[in-house]
């Protein structure tokens, strides 16, 4: 996998414009990045089409989509495969029927290397979790294995998370935090505390 990302956390996300495939309409469109300027953006790279995981995550996003839109972000899976890969590999795969999330068609490699998944040797993307907030910021990074498949279930707890601290600027969300859990607002007096701290909330 290439180490040379040119996006970093924190950083302003450059437009990038790319091929998709849309399931729902059946059709190639040509989309960017920053069309999606005023949501939480989820760019989810996986390795290939006609794999044996990657369905299975596609699959867990598929369920969650409407739930994903509902806290005002969108989500885009990419693979270095084609349109017509993408459109094949729903009509074929039981797991992807009725799935309605745009595919992009990164066939050059181009976006896998802006946020640093290309696997140079195989000219597939590692499985990479980028979001984007609504104003082009990288908050949050993701990369596995190959092997291993992602929680959907985590990521939208990561969104809500992004959601809550952008709302609530000076407050953080302590380990597994969900919403209505308890959170934290950092500083010098509870360092070394935030045990009781949370303790007396």
């Keep these: 996998m290439e180490n040379t990302a040119k996006v970093q956390l924190e950083e302003f996300v450059n437009d990038i414009s790319f091929d998709v495939y849309d399931p729902k309409s059946d059709a190639i469109v040509r989309k960017s990045l920053w069309e999606f300027t005023g949501k939480r953006l989820i760019v989810f790279f996986y390795p290939a089409d006609f794999t044996f995981v990657c369905p299975t995550e596609l699959k867990d996003l598929n369920k969650s989509h409407e739930e994903i839109k509902a806290s005002n972000a969108e989500i885009l899976v990419v693979s270095t495969d084609t349109v017509f890969s993408h459109k094949r590999r729903i009509e074929t795969e039981k797991l992807l029927e009725n799935f309605g999330i745009q595919m992009v068609s990164d066939r050059t490699g181009h976006l896998s290397r802006v946020f640093g998944t290309l696997n140079v040797e195989t000219g597939n993307s590692a499985r990479g979790t980028f979001i984007i907030?609504?104003?082009?910021?990288?908050?949050?990074?993701?990369?596995?294995?190959?092997?291993?498949?992602?929680?959907?279930?985590?990521?939208?707890?990561?969104?809500?998370?992004?959601?809550?601290?952008?709302?609530?600027?000076?407050?953080?969300?302590p380990a597994t935090w969900n919403v209505g859990g308890e959170t934290l607002k950092p500083s010098i007096k509870i360092a070394g505390h935030v045990g009781e701290e949370m303790m007396h909330k």
């Design 133 to 173: 907030s609504p104003d082009g910021i990288l908050k949050a990074i993701e990369i596995v294995t190959e092997p291993i498949g992602r929680s959907t279930t985590e990521l939208i707890r990561k969104i809500r998370a992004l959601e809550f601290v952008r709302s609530n600027p000076g407050q953080a969300c």
